[in-house]
Nanobody, 119 residues
Framework: QVQLVESGGGLVQAGGTLRLSCAVS????????FGWYRQAPGNQREWVAS???????DYADCAKGRGTISRDLAKNTVLLQMNSLKPEDTAVYYC?????????????WGQGTQVTVSS
């Protein structure tokens, strides 16, 4: 099992850039897939981006062309950067780690970090 701690949220102006970090500890070798999700008030949690243990990335429509997910193996972190932020990007952003043999959204979750985009 792994533990995830997100950071980097806060207040960002529209058009700005979001940089989130997910610190990963524990049995990281068991993880097949890392993902970022978000949940806005009154909405269901939605997938934003994923990166596999092999480095393959995938993005939801909300992040295509604006987002970059990456891993810093030396620091055991998973990063999410999103540009050209809009007020509708306001949400709590969560990191997810899915072990081999499971599918998202199963696995471990962080506590989330709030991102607020002001217009």
């Amino acid at each position: 099992q792994v533990q995830l701690v997100e950071s980097g949220g806060g207040l960002v102006q529209a058009g700005g850039t979001l940089r989130l970090s997910c610190a990963v500890s524990g049995s990281t070798s068991t993880i097949n897939l890392f993902g970022w999700y978000r949940q806005a008030p009154g909405n269901q949690r939605e997938w934003v981006a994923s990166i596999s243990s092999g480095g393959l990335t995938d993005y939801a429509d909300c992040a295509k062309g604006r987002g970059t997910i990456s891993r810093d193996l030396a620091k055991n972190t998973v990063l999410l950067q999103m540009n050209s932020l809009k007020p509708e990007d306001t949400a709590v952003y969560y990191c997810n780690a899915v072990p081999y043999g499971l599918r998202p959204p199963l696995g471990s979750w962080g506590q989330g970090t709030q991102v607020t985009v002001s217009s």
